[in-house]
């Protein structure tokens, strides 16, 4: 089935006809494959904003995506829909280094971002991938082991401008680094999956590139030990980052340090008397990073579709989930073992569950069916995730697992709310509709 | 405060019945001499008596009072400590004020995993000093941090000077438990991050009131700093002081805190305190520096340099921790300092981007110059965040009026620079009018239809934070009973 052809026509006309791809030509969008019935490139935000108001009377799905590098996140997208790329969008809008802040058009990657900003030593604190555009990075709330030492993107965030689902721009926030003037509306898109607005231009606080940049990785004889010492030195030293994996055999964890060289060195030397110390089978070195703007590879995979064990093997998942629980963080290794009982009695082996020091019990969870099991419960093992109070959100599933259960669980009593929101904002369902909680 | 013979507003009897049922008779207060009490917050400038003031002990007598209000159309404000420089928590239109200064436990205190769960009538400075023997503190720090309630903060999504570094308290709120405008209790967000949805929590802190109640708050503590060094830094002009915060953060430091004092303020904080200030500098910069001691010197070291290039009298570090304290002290005293100076003074709340700092510094004079009137400067220089106060005598109309075209102009000047209205005392009422220059009517709208989501009614502090619908019979919508009656505010001469 193809899309209205008065509405392609309206599409053509507004972006152009270059801009416009339909049927077989449509490439697929993330690690799924998803093909669109068309694909379109706008080339400004009033073109988008025209393209929505077209559609009020098709009531055609329109899907936003950026680099593609989380298109997978969410329920599945609709099977006839217009996707629409942000990529045309991408330039630097305002940039003005003595105040730290900086304004781009979401379409712009990551990358290129960060390569304006280092010009002027400053950056954007974020692992994530060059590829990912801003506006992707927004939309699904990425954030990477530097959120211990940097916060994520919600502090980061100064304004945002998007085009509503009534095809109305609107902005909020401001360029300034602290801001109670109206309605904090930016913060809704962050996560949202584009549901409340398609992200055009948004305006970040930046930080000053730190003088020196060091991972460390901590080994230990056995996963216990290695957590109690890890959550010990994060509680007590300044790190960027601090995590480690689940099962972890070897117990192998990261810690970035950023920071002045006399801030640096008495971190290093705290360090290395804390492995000391522990006695035999612990020890640290430092990694080859590849530059500081690198992911913190292998603390995390950089797509969710490969994901690198602490023995050095990259692997393919077949199910992601990130998951926030109510156990406190000194719970954590007894959880996980019991978690990873649970996942493999049906039929998932568990191959990785990253989290960070000191506090956080939440883990971003990598699954990949055992050989040879037949039929996967899929949804025991996400009811079992989600037992005991935890929210579990499936990031990533592969094509072949059935999608039986909603990734974001069972509907929860502040949704009502949200769905309200979402019929303020997009009240005719045009933006990625049914691919957030609730079915919205 | 000398008023205006006034009749106490009418509240419906039955609803006087209902919020009696709900509290107790001795929590319902409706007296005229009572209600004068709550005409106002620490704004007085704007005043509006309410309908009756409800003190609440528990989430439950919120849910009742709401229910009872929501039942007979009557809007209602929450207050806590009553410390709002915006007017946020005026009563207008007969509102009733739910007080929340009694639910003023610290419920949980999770010092393993630095998160407390506490109620909105705690008091700021309460919680710091609760978890300060485990080395953690509630990070975001007003000024009135020794009187102003964490739910006010909420509210206001309120700053103070280290915030610069650590961020306001939208950072360092993880969830809320909200009593709705109709009653129904929500719990948003909660201490564990990455539920998921769309981010409520982020939303409501600095809604001002306006899309429901906050009953409990779950909030991040912060771990106290290993070594801070505070630095003072005088120059012969404000302008070469601003010149020095831009040329600090465009080295690439961001301070704890970086605050500017100019010499009105230095010298009314001198005549009452005597603490040693050179009342002849044009400014000083309050600098403080904080993390592991290693780096310390060397990043003072940098932060004097930038100093030094903008033409710095003299800069030195504190020497003990009782100077340090007596530097804060003049610091968050100035504001009661100026008090001394003249019978009234206007706080304004501009925020503009750091680099602007000089030009719209110049122009704040230039209009108090206009204007016949005695402006002074004490703010958060690092974030850029303004608090110019006009001084004026309240007793002469006509001098208020002058305040208030000099006013006008600052904002002014704060829009021209790429400023925004408010960096953290909020909108309030005093700034609604302002709001058409920083956003577009649709912005506008899109603000009403999420006003709308929470409190269709507006029922909800009715009147503040983003201003009435003004294209209702365009758009097809009946205009909401309580925001077609809105009152102006009344000015109190």
Redesign the interface.
């Known amino acids: 089935m193809a899309l209205p052809e008065n509405f392609l026509a309206d599409v053509a006309r507004i972006c152009g006809a270059a801009h416009l791809v339909a049927g077989d030509e449509v490439r697929p969008i993330g690690g799924a494959g998803y093909r669109p019935a068309a694909s379109c490139a706008p080339g400004s935000a009033d073109e988008i904003a025209e393209i929505v108001r077209a559609d009020d009377e098709y009531a055609v799905p329109i899907l936003p995506f950026g680099g593609g590098t989380a298109f997978d996140y969410g329920e599945a997208p609709p099977a006839e829909a217009l996707a629409l790329s942000m990529r045309r969008l991408d330039k630097l809008v305002a940039y ?6 900086v304004t781009a058009q979401a379409g712009m990657t990551f990358g290129e971002l960060q390569a304006a900003l280092f010009e002027h ?2 950056w954007l604190p974020l692992d994530a991938p060059p590829e990912a555009t801003l506006g992707g990075l927004l939309a699904t709330d990425r954030s990477g082991p530097r959120r211990l030492g940097y ?2 993107l ?2 980061m965030l100064l304004g945002l401008t998007v085009v ?1 689902g009534d095809g ?5 926030g ?12 930016e ?2 898109h ?3 999956l584009g549901t ?1 607005g398609v992200i055009t231009e948004c305006t970040f606080k930046l ?3 730190p003088e020196t940049h060091s991972v460390q990785e901590l080994e230990a004889p056995d996963f216990a030990g290695g957590f109690a010492l890890c959550r010990d030195l994060a ?1 007590r ?2 790190f960027a980052a601090a995590s480690a994996g689940f099962p972890g055999k070897p117990f192998r964890a990261q810690f970035a340090v950023e ?5 640096q ?3 290093l030397r705290e360090l290395q008397e804390a492995v000391e110390k522990a006695g035999a089978g612990f020890a640290v070195k430092e990694l080859e990073a590849e530059g500081i703007e690198a992911d913190l590879a292998p603390a995390r995979p950089r797509r969710l579709q490969a994901v690198t064990l602490t023995d050095g093997r990259t692997v393919e998942p077949e199910l992601a989930a ?5 156990a ?3 719970d954590f290794p007894a959880q996980m073992q019991k978690l990873d009982v649970w996942a493999g009695e049906r039929g998932f082996g568990l191959l990785m569950a990253f989290f960070d020091f000191p ?4 883990a971003e969870l990598y699954f990949k069916l055992d050989d040879g099991a037949a039929a996967p419960d899929l949804g025991a093992v996400l009811d079992a995730l989600r037992s005991e109070g935890a ?1 579990a ?1 499936v990031v990533w599933q592969a094509p072949r697992l059935p999608r039986e259960r909603s990734a ?2 069972p509907p ?4 009502d ?2 769905r ?2 979402k ?3 997009d009240p005719r369902g045009l933006l990625n509709p049914g691919r ?2 609730g079915g919205f | 405060m000398d008023h205006e013979p006034q009749q106490p507003p009418m509240i419906p009897a039955v609803l006087r019945a209902e919020l009696m049922a709900a509290v107790g008779p001795g929590n319902v207060k409706v007296a005229a001499e009572e209600l004068h009490v709550y005409e106002c917050d620490g704004l007085t400038i704007d005043t509006a008596v309410p309908g009756a003031v409800v003190f609440v002990h528990s989430t439950e007598q919120v849910v009742k009072v709401v229910k009872a209000c929501a039942a007979a159309q009557q809007p209602f404000v929450a207050r806590g400590a009553g410390t709002g420089l915006s007017g946020g928590a005026v009563a207008l239109n007969n509102a009733v004020v739910i007080e929340l200064a009694r639910m003023n436990r610290i419920l949980e205190l ?1 010092l ?4 407390a769960l506490v109620e909105p009538g705690v008091v700021n400075l309460r919680l710091s000093e609760a978890c300060r023997s485990e080395g953690l503190h509630y990070a975001p720090d007003p000024s009135s941090q020794g009187s102003c309630t964490i739910g006010g903060n909420v509210a ?2 309120s ?1 103070g000077p280290h ?1 610069l570094k650590l ?2 308290t ?2 360092h709120v993880l969830g809320l438990e909200v009593v ?1 405008p109709d009653g129904r209790v ?3 967000g909660g201490p ?9 929590t ?2 409501f ?4 009131g306006t899309f429901g109640i906050a009953t409990k708050v779950w909030v991040k503590l912060t ?1 106290n700093p290993e070594a801070v060094k505070t630095l003072l830094a005088v120059f012969p002009s404000i302008d070469a002081a601003s010149r020095a915060v ?1 040329a600090i ?2 080295r ?3 301070p704890a805190a970086l605050e500017l004092i100019d010499q009105q303020v230095i010298r009314a904080v001198e005549e009452w305190l005597h603490l040693g200030f050179p009342t002849e500098a044009g400014a000083v910069l309050l600098i403080e520096l904080d ?2 001691r ?2 310390l ?3 003072a070291g940098r932060v004097m340099d930038a100093c030094r290039s903008s033409d710095c009298l003299d800069v030195r570090a504190a020497k003990d921790d009782a100077e340090r304290l007596l530097l804060w002290k003049a610091r968050k005293q100035a504001f009661g300092a100026v008090g001394r100076l003249s019978p009234s003074y206007y706080v304004q709340d501009g ?5 602007k700092l000089p030009e719209v510094l110049a122009k704040i004079q230039a209009a108090g110059r206009k204007h016949g009137l005695t402006t002074a400067n004490v703010f ?1 220089a690092g ?3 303004l608090h110019p106060l006009i001084l004026f005598d309240e007793r002469k109309p006509e001098e208020v009026e002058r305040a208030l075209k000099c006013n006008d102009e600052v904002l002014a000047a704060v829009v021209e620079a ?10 309030g009422m005093e ?1 609604l009018k302002f ?1 058409p220059q ?3 009517e ?6 009403r ?6 409190d269709p009614n507006y029922l909800a502090n009715p009147g503040k ?2 201003p009435a619908r003004r294209c209702w019979e365009v758009k097809g919508h009946k205009p909401p009973e309580a925001e077609a009656a809105a009152l102006p505010p009344m000015r109190k001469a």
């Open positions: 003005e280094p003595a105040d730290l802040v030593g400053q916060g994520t919600r502090d509503n109305i721009a609107r902005k909020s401001g360029r300034v680094v602290k801001n109670v003037t109206g309605y904090a509306l913060k809704l962050l996560g949202a409340l930080r000053p590139r509680k030293l300044p920071a002045s060289p006399p801030d060195a008495r971190v990130r998951l926030a629980w109510p406190r963080a000194q506090t956080r019990a939440v929210a959100t974001f669980g929860r009593e502040e949704w709310l949200m309200t929101l019929l303020a904002l957030f909680v | 999770d393993e995993n630095r998160v206001e999504n700053g915030t961020g306001v939208v950072n709705l929500v719990n948003l564990l991050p990455g539920l998921p949805g769309y981010d409520l982020g939303l802190v600095g809604s001002e771990p831009s953060i465009a690439g430091i961001v993390g592991l290693d780096g010197d060397l990043l925020v503009i981007p750091r680099s958060h974030d850029g965040n790429g400023g925004m209205l408010s960096g953290e005392h909020g909108i700034k709001m920083v956003f577009s649709d912005d506008l709208e899109g603000m239809r999420v006003r709308e989501a929470f934070a983003i």
